[in-house]
């Protein structure tokens, strides 16, 4: 954490868990936790929480899991297009960048 105290406020950090708190609870579910279930939950739970946080050698850039959430789903959408279906194979060669997260 120190290591990224230039990041996150600790103030930050204390919101982001009184928001876990408020979550509503729920009875333990035979229903798994997928990438995309995962997405979703973040997505509403901490819209407006950074979910992604890329330096550069000149600039920070930060994303929301909202923003995350929006952009998987137009990345989905743009590979359904290209004809891509459930249960074929998709290969990616691409630096750590925010844009291979998001696929």
């Known amino acids: 954490f120190t290591k990224y105290n230039n990041l996150y406020s600790p103030c930050a950090y ?3 868990l009184m928001k876990m708190d408020l979550l509503k609870h729920f ?3 035979s229903t798994p936790l997928t990438p995309i279930t995962f997405l979703e939950r973040a997505a509403t739970a901490y819209n407006d929480c950074h979910s992604i ?3 550069t ?3 920070t850039t930060t994303t929301t899991w ?3 959430h929006r952009r998987c789903v137009q ?3 743009s590979i359904a297009s290209l004809g891509i ?3 074929d194979v998709v290969s990616v060669l691409c630096p750590n960048v925010p844009a291979m997260y998001e696929l």
């Open 14 to 16: 204390f919101i982001t």
């Open 27 to 29: 009875r333990p579910s």
């Open 53 to 55: 946080v890329y330096n």
């Open 57 to 59: 050698a000149s600039t």
């Open 66 to 68: 909202e923003e995350t």
């Open 75 to 77: 990345a989905a959408s």
């Open 85 to 87: 279906k459930r249960g």
